[in-house]
């Protein structure tokens, strides 16, 4: 085992630090390879056969040039849930469980089959499928603009055996689309929010490798996505019904903002686990 961490090491040492090394490291040994988690601890003495060797040769040459290690490795884990991942859609992230946490601490009682939930750009269909994974009797509907997003979502549904409705729509033209007949107890988006002058600033790993429809917005209008939801929302949402956001920490106050010239009240901010203003919910 430690000729195998050492070849990973010496493969990976120049592009990423001592402990993101450490962790690819441990992935790529018991997610790739299958080795089990004692040998791995223990450094027992393992050999890998030709396949293996190309398996990781070929892992470590992606990695190499930056692409993500939930794209090599397919698959990534959300709220506990095992779920495909490609360049069809974004990474999971961490911050966005705390999202879905506060959803279903905000609804510990609501578990009836008539509460029904939107998720705006399910990409993936992460948050829908938590949401549906914790809350079983719940209506979780999905939608997203992007065919190949919604392939990802479908696959991960059929994946996970979590029903879950998919939709193609945009919510930008919603409007003239199948959800201005809808009608639901919540909405939750996760939509692009990364201002377009802060690429400057990311990880070639994110720019190089995710949809970058799902990231970036204009610089003239950071709140285009939350304002069409907010109005969607005001048509949409039943009384008493709520929103939440996950939001850009440098646009939290003008989203504030926005949200009570709607109308919306209780507006409340929460801070991801990094300490960054992260998340917003508001009640119709």
Same mark, same amino acid.
């Given at each position: 085992?430690?000729?195998?961490?050492?070849?990973?090491?010496?493969?990976?040492? !120049?592009?990423?630090?001592?402990?993101?090394?450490?962790?690819?490291?441990?992935? %790529?040994?018991?997610?790739?390879?299958?080795? =089990?988690?004692?040998?791995?601890?223990?450094?027992?003495?393992?050999?890998?056969?030709?396949?293996?060797?190309?398996?990781?040769?070929?892992?470590?040459?992606?990695?190499?040039?930056?692409?993500?290690?939930?794209?090599?490795?397919?698959?990534?884990?959300?709220?506990?849930?095992?779920?495909?991942?490609?360049?069809?859609?974004?990474?999971?992230?961490?911050?966005?469980?705390?999202?879905? !946490?506060?959803?279903?601490?905000?609804?510990?009682?609501?578990?009836?089959?008539?509460?029904?939930?939107?998720?705006? =750009?399910?990409?993936?269909?992460?948050?829908?499928?938590?949401?549906?994974?914790?809350?079983? %009797?719940?209506?979780?509907?999905?939608?997203?603009?992007?065919?190949?997003?919604?392939?990802?979502?479908?696959?991960?549904?059929?994946?996970?055996?979590?029903?879950? !409705?998919?939709?193609?729509?945009?919510?930008?033209?919603?409007?003239?689309?199948?959800?201005?007949?809808?009608?639901?107890?919540?909405?939750?988006?996760?939509?692009?929010?990364?201002?377009?002058?802060?690429?400057?600033?990311?990880?070639?790993?994110?720019?190089?490798?995710?949809?970058?429809?799902?990231?970036?917005?204009?610089?003239?209008?950071?709140?285009?996505?939350?304002?069409?939801?907010?109005?969607?929302?005001?048509?949409?949402?039943?009384?008493?019904?709520?929103?939440?956001?996950?939001?850009?920490?440098?646009?939290?106050?003008?989203?504030?903002?926005?949200?009570? !010239?709607?109308?919306?009240?209780?507006?409340?901010?929460?801070?991801?686990?990094?300490?960054?203003?992260?998340?917003?919910?508001?009640?119709?």
């Amino acid at each position: 085992m430690r000729r195998i961490k050492e070849h990973i090491s010496e493969s990976l040492s !120049e592009k990423y630090s001592a402990l993101e090394v450490k962790e690819i490291s441990k992935a %790529l040994c018991i997610e790739l390879l299958g080795t =089990g988690i004692n040998d791995y601890y223990l450094d027992r003495e393992t050999s890998l056969d030709s396949a293996q060797q190309q398996l990781l040769d070929f892992a470590l040459s992606r990695l190499g040039s930056g692409e993500p290690l939930q794209y090599v490795l397919g698959y990534t884990f959300f709220c506990g849930l095992k779920l495909k991942t490609d360049a069809r859609a974004l990474i999971p992230r961490p911050e966005t469980t705390e999202l879905v !946490e506060w959803i279903l601490q905000d609804h510990a009682t609501e578990s009836g089959c008539d509460f029904s939930v939107l998720d705006i =750009g399910v990409g993936s269909g992460a948050i829908s499928l938590a949401l549906k994974q914790n809350r079983p %009797l719940w209506k979780v509907c999905g939608v997203d603009v992007e065919p190949a997003a919604l392939g990802l979502a479908s696959e991960n549904v059929i994946g996970t055996g979590l029903d879950v !409705e998919l939709m193609l729509s945009d919510i930008l033209e919603w409007r003239d689309s199948a959800l201005s007949a809808r009608k639901f107890n919540l909405i939750v988006s996760n939509p692009p929010y990364i201002a377009e002058s802060e690429a400057l600033q990311m990880e070639p790993t994110v720019l190089d490798y995710e949809p970058g429809s799902a990231l970036f917005v204009p610089d003239s209008d950071p709140l285009l996505f939350y304002r069409k939801i907010l109005e969607y929302a005001l048509h949409s949402l039943v009384p008493g019904g709520k929103v939440y956001f996950e939001i850009n920490p440098l646009f939290v106050e003008e989203l504030e903002t926005l949200v009570l !010239e709607l109308g919306f009240r209780n507006v409340d901010v929460r801070n991801d686990i990094s300490g960054k203003q992260r998340m917003v919910r508001a009640m119709l």
